[in-house]
Every structure is written in C-alpha cells, then in structure tokens.
Nanobody, 123 residues
Framework: QVQLVESGGGLVQAGGSLRLSCAAS????????VGWFRQAPGKEREFVAA????????YYADSVKGRFTISSDNAKNTVLLQMNSLEPEDTAVYYC????????????????WGQGTQVTVSS
C-alpha cells in the first residue's frame, strides 16, 4: 500500500505560479501511474494531469494544457505539478492519486489518494 501526501498549495494572484508536490511512502511511486485531480466547492472531482509508470507519458486536461506540467522525481519518490498562469477557475482542492493499473483520467482508475491541498487563485 502507498501513502500519498500533497503539499505546496496556497493563495496566489491570477497569473502567478505554484508547484504542488505529491510525496509517497510505503511503496516506490515509479511502480504506479500517478494523477492529479481537483475538486472545487459544489463540483465533481475532475482530472488535471497524469504521468505513467517511471515518469513515462504525460496527459493533461484541455483546461490546463500549456500551463501545467507534471513530472516525477524518482530519487525523492515524488510527483510534481508545476502550475503557471493560474486563473481564478483553477481554485480547488488538489489531490494526487496512484493507480496500480494504468494511467488515465478516470477517478475510478486510482487506488490510493492523498488528503488534498488547497489552491486559491485571486482575481
């Protein structure tokens, strides 16, 4: 079993940047596909970005493509989400999740979830 802890959230002005980290313990994260999801108040959890096993292929939601970058740091057993050009619409709790099966955008694919980190973008 893998435990995930997100960090790096906070309050930022529109146009600013944040870098989220997803640190894993219990298992080597490179053996899993890892995704970032977000959930705004009153909305369903939605896919943001994902990276395949051992930092393979990357995938992004259209809404963040060109602004967000997902990457893995295997030495630190961590997956990062660099978020640039943030918009108020990016405000949400951001979760990382790990999948034993495969990378993808569906919430149901992911077996392990972190507790989330709040990102607030002011206009």
């Amino acid at each position: 079993q893998v435990q995930l802890v997100e960090s790096g959230g906070g309050l930022v002005q529109a146009g600013g940047s944040l870098r989220l980290s997803c640190a894993a313990s219990g298992r080597t994260l490179s053996n899993y596909a890892v995704g970032w999801f977000r959930q705004a108040p009153g909305k369903e959890r939605e896919f943001v970005a994902a990276i395949g096993w051992s930092g393979g292929s990357t995938y992004y939601a259209d809404s963040v493509k060109g602004r967000f970058t997902i990457s893995s740091d295997n030495a630190k057993n961590t997956v990062l989400l660099q978020m640039n050009s943030l918009e108020p619409e990016d405000t949400a709790v951001y979760y990382c999740a790990a999948s034993r099966l495969r990378v993808g955008a569906l919430v149901a694919l992911y077996d392990y979830w972190g507790q989330g980190t709040q990102v607030t973008v002011s206009s």
